[in-house]
Every structure is written in C-alpha cells, then in structure tokens.
C-alpha cells in the first residue's frame, strides 16, 4: 500500500519533469522560429484578428460589467466610512492590478488558447502537420508561431480595453448613479495610481499571462492524440492548465513586483 | 510525446515461414532498389507493428504494399517518410540510410519525396491553389506568376480546372481531394511519391480514373510510385511490383507471379473473385427488401 503510493508518487513526479522538459524544449523551438525569418506578416493579421479582434465584444462587455459591480459594492462599501469620494481609488487598484490583467487572460484562455488548441489539434488528426513535414516544412514555424505570436500580443492590448471600460463602468455607476463627485473620483484615481509600479506593472503581468496562454494552448495542440478525443481532452488541459497557471503567476508577480 | 519506440526484446529472425515462396518471389532488398528495408522493426506503443522487414522497391516503378488492417502499410511509408523511426534496423531511401536521421537531416532526403495522406492532408483553412503552391514558396525563389503557371500546369495533370483552385478542402469531393493531394505530392518533380490508401471512399469510375492517373504520372515523370491500397482489382491492373505483408512474413514479387502463390493468404487477398458467402448474401439481400445487385449496377452506370 505504501510502496504503491510511493511508486505513483514517484512516476507523477517524472511525468511531471518529463511534461515541464517537454515545453521548455517547444517554448525555445517557439522563440528560435519567432526571431528567425520569414515573418509570416500575412499569418500573423489574420491570427490577430481571430484571437484580438473576434474577442473584443467579450472583454469589452465584460469589462464594463466587471467595472460596474466594483462600482457599486465598493460604493456600498465606503458610503458606510463616508469615503465613497475614494470610489475612482478602490474601482481603480482593483481593476488595475488585479482583475483587469488576471479576467482577461482567463477570458482570452476560454475563448482563444481553446480555439487555438482545438485547431491545432484538429490539423494533427488529419495529418496536417505531417503533411507539412513531409513537405520539410516546420510546423512550429508554420502553423504555431503565428499562432502563438499574436495570442501573446493580443493580450495585453485586450488588457487594455478591459481595464478602460471597467474604469468607466465604475464611473458610470458611481457617478452617474450613485452621486460621487466626478472630479473626486478622477482625481483621487490619478493622484493614486503610480505609473512606473502600477500601470507597467499591469502589463507586465499582462505579457507574461500572454506568454503562458500562447505556451499552454500551442502545445497543448501539437502534442494532443490525432482523434477527437484528443482533440476534445486537449481543449479541457489548455483551459484547465492555462487558468491555473495564470492564478499562480499572478501571486508569484504580485509578491516579486511588491505591489 | 505522442508515439514511444523503444528497443524490443521480440525480435523474429527473417520471415519466410510455414509455406514456401514461389520461384520469383524476392525476399531481400538489392542494390538496385530505390528504397531498401533491412531488418527493419517497429513498435508503435506497445504494439509491434512490423517485425524485420526486408524488401526492396525498385526505381521508377509502381509498387503496391498489400496487408490486412494493422498489417503496417501506412507505417511502412510513414518510415519512409521519416515520420516515424525504427526500433531498430536499417531503412534506405534513394541512397541515404535515414534510419537514425535527426528532422534536420531528413531534409534534403524529404525533398525526393511527395507523399500523398489518405485523407489528403491539405491544409482546411487555405484554398486548393495555396495548398498545391506552399512547396513551391516555401523551397524555391520561383516569382509568384512562375508559382501560377507550374501549379495550372499540375492541376490540369491530375484532371482538375484551374477554377478549382479557388476552392477551399472542404468544398471538395473525396475524389477532387485525392487528386488535390497528388498535384501537392508531384509538385516539387520528386524522385518518390508515397501514396496511403488512395482509392480509399471512391466509387470503382474515380478510382479507375486515379489509377490511370498513376500510370500516366509514372509513365511521364518516370518517378518511383509506392501505393498502400486493399483493392485487389486495382493492385493487379496498377502495379509493377507487389509487396505484401502478413502478420508473419513479408513477399514481394511481380503480381502476376504473385497471383500463383501457393500461399493461400496471398491468393486470397489478391482474389478478385467473389466469395460464395457474399454469393449467398447476395440472395438473401436480392429475395428481400433493400437493394440488390441490379440496384448497384444501375447506381454506378
């Protein structure tokens, strides 16, 4: 019974290394044909659009509702201090070093690192990838740094757009429903919001989710078995996976970063 | 990673077992052949799909690779195309031992080989002209109207207009797939096209079209043709050479030398007669509701 609990221990532990050595070796091969030529402009709009542009309507409504919810429980909250002038500072630390960064990357997981993987695993089923080879064409360069590239680029972007519009959904709502003064609530956000530590630190949080989500997704759909269950469990491991991990980076930046 | 090979300990010494070959049956690879097996093992999981296989395909011939399901016919070109590697042996390909070859040394080997995917492989998100261009673009400094006029010119050789080049995979026909993926395969002139199951989900009218496309490529490219196929009739109007593989032993040879094999499992998988259970099928399908053979008969014409 021990020993059996100490022999799986002890192969969980070796998949484990095995999966870690496994994506670092495709993260490099990833980097390697990133930087090394052509540049696949043509591949790289076209992802961009799918990944960036095709996700705008849910960061951006999810954004503003984001925002608006913070709005009005941290209004609950500090009318009962007498600080509800403080709204703009507590909608704006929130959103900005936290939720903005971390809700996206999740949203952008489920919407995007899943298609990405389901697409990718798809092309593995039908021997699309071994075509390519076949071809001496490098898949990686091909099919997944596209891919990967614009997933990394378009999350902090997305960042972005959310975090204004949750900005203004708590405007919105503190504001215009609920009375604050909007000069407070501007001011008090400027005069709290630090630049160099808080606003690049929401986007330094924002590439390294993006790095994860492009990483987790790609390889995810390379390695998947070429069958629809594969396909289907390979979808499940990017979410499942890329969502934890974005969890667990922002804890590890927060507490590095000193926020 | 998705496949493991490994070292096996259940190596079988060479296969000519339980019934004799025929006078003109080869059972090794010569130096003249294009592509040569020598003792070749492979285990895909934990299952050996093929045990020291030797056989040789001859140069600027058609050769058709024979075998039940699970036989290893598309693992025999997959290791040809180095897409998967042998346990252990030496594998041959146009003068260059690829048996331990990285990807990266695989290169100049891949660029003599086409290879044609059972279910054609091209890319779903590009059209039929891109697919049959990308080699073209990604090996060549060929300038864009040179790509458009080598690409019209093969989709005109395998039979399709050059308005269907517009068209994306999965606005095809199995059969436009399958020749899709030929044009794709010869594009590049390569000394060896591999073909996995073409015939594969066609009607008996396109298959014999592709067959006549095989020999008219051969005839006029004079490239070496390896065809994995389970049609019988098909095999023994196309090929110049037959491999075939059985669970215990690999033969290859002239097919109609082949035809005369005293081993009953060669006979009947190049049998094209019909079975008298199927005859007896038949009655019963013909004297009930359903269709019958008359039905079929009509379909096809």
């Known amino acids: 019974m021990v020993l059996r609990a100490i022999d799986n221990l002890g192969a969980a532990t070796i998949r484990f290394?095995?999966?870690?050595?496994?994506?670092?070796?495709?993260?490099?091969?990833?980097?390697?044909?990133?930087?090394?030529?052509?540049?696949?402009?043509?591949?790289?709009?076209?992802?961009?659009?799918?990944?960036?542009?095709?996700?705008?309507?849910?960061?951006?409504?999810?954004?503003?509702?984001?925002?608006?919810?913070?709005?009005?429980?941290?209004?609950?909250?500090l009318v009962r201090y007498g600080s509800e002038n403080q709204l703009g500072v507590f909608v704006g630390f929130s959103i900005v070093l936290e939720l903005g960064p971390v809700l996206t990357a999740l949203l952008l997981t489920g919407r995007a690192g899943s298609a990405t993987t389901a697409e990718i695993g798809t092309m593995v089923a039908t021997e699309q990838l071994d075509g390519l080879r076949m071809m001496s064409i490098n898949p990686v360069n091909l099919v997944v740094v596209p891919r990967a590239l614009g997933l990394f680029l378009v999350t902090p972007l997305l960042t972005a757009l959310f975090v204004v519009l949750a900005l203004f959904g708590g405007y919105l709502i503190g504001v215009g429903m609920m009375g604050v003064d909007p000069g407070a609530y501007m001011g008090n956000l400027q005069e709290a919001m630090d630049f160099p530590t808080d606003v690049v630190g929401c986007f330094v949080k924002a590439f390294i989710f993006g790095c994860l989500i492009s990483l987790i997704s790609t390889f995810r759909g390379v390695t998947c078995a070429p069958n629809s269950a594969g396909v289907s469990a390979a979808t499940t491991a990017t979410v499942v996976q890329a969502s934890l991990c974005i969890l667990i980076a922002d804890y590890i930046i927060t507490a590095l970063w000193g926020f | 990673m998705r496949w493991r090979f490994r070292a096996s300990s259940d190596m079988f010494p060479n296969t000519m077992t339980g019934v004799e070959a025929t006078k003109n049956e080869r059972t090794g690879a010569s130096d003249e052949d294009h592509i040569a097996f020598h003792n070749v093992n492979v285990e895909l999981g934990e299952r050996m799909v093929i045990r020291n296989l030797t056989c040789g395909f001859p140069k600027g011939r058609i050769t058709v690779i024979l075998g039940g399901s699970g036989s290893g016919k598309s693992t025999t070109l997959r290791l040809i195309g180095g897409l998967i590697a042998p346990l252990s042996g030496k594998l041959v390909v146009a003068g260059t031992n690829i048996s331990k070859l990285s990807p990266r040394k695989l290169v100049p080997v891949r660029a003599k080989l086409g290879m044609m995917f059972q279910g054609g492989a091209l890319l779903d998100s590009t059209n039929v002209f891109d697919n049959i261009a990308l080699p073209l673009r990604e090996h060549t400094r060929m300038k864009e109207d040179e790509i458009r006029s080598e690409v019209n010119q093969c989709l005109t050789r395998v039979g399709l207009k050059q308005s269907d080049g517009l068209l994306l995979p999965r606005e095809l026909s199995g059969g436009m797939v399958k020749r899709v993926a030929l044009a794709r395969a010869i594009i590049t002139k390569p000394e060896i096209v591999l073909c996995d199951e073409p015939f594969s989900g066609l009607d008996p009218i396109t298959t014999k079209r592709i067959e006549l496309l095989f020999k008219q490529i051969n005839k006029e490219l004079g490239m070496t043709m390896l065809i994995v196929s389970h049609d019988a009739a098909a095999t023994l109007r196309l090929a110049d050479h037959l491999l075939i593989l059985m669970p215990d032993r690999s033969v290859q040879g002239p097919p109609d030398e082949l035809v005369n094999s005293s081993d009953p499992r060669i006979k009947n998988l190049l049998s094209t007669d019909v079975d008298e259970d199927f005859v007896k099928l038949d009655k019963i399908l013909d004297t009930n509701a359903g269709f019958g053979p008359g039905d079929l008969e009509s379909t096809w014409s």
Not at chain 1, 37 to 55: A, C, N
């Open chain 1, 17 to 77: 290394i095995e999966s870690l050595g496994a994506i670092s070796l495709f993260g490099g091969a990833v980097i390697g044909n990133t930087l090394r030529p052509p540049l696949r402009t043509r591949m790289l709009i076209k992802e961009l659009y799918k990944q960036g542009v095709q996700s705008l309507s849910i960061i951006g409504i999810s954004g503003l509702a984001v925002g608006m919810v913070i709005g009005l429980q941290g209004y609950n909250t």
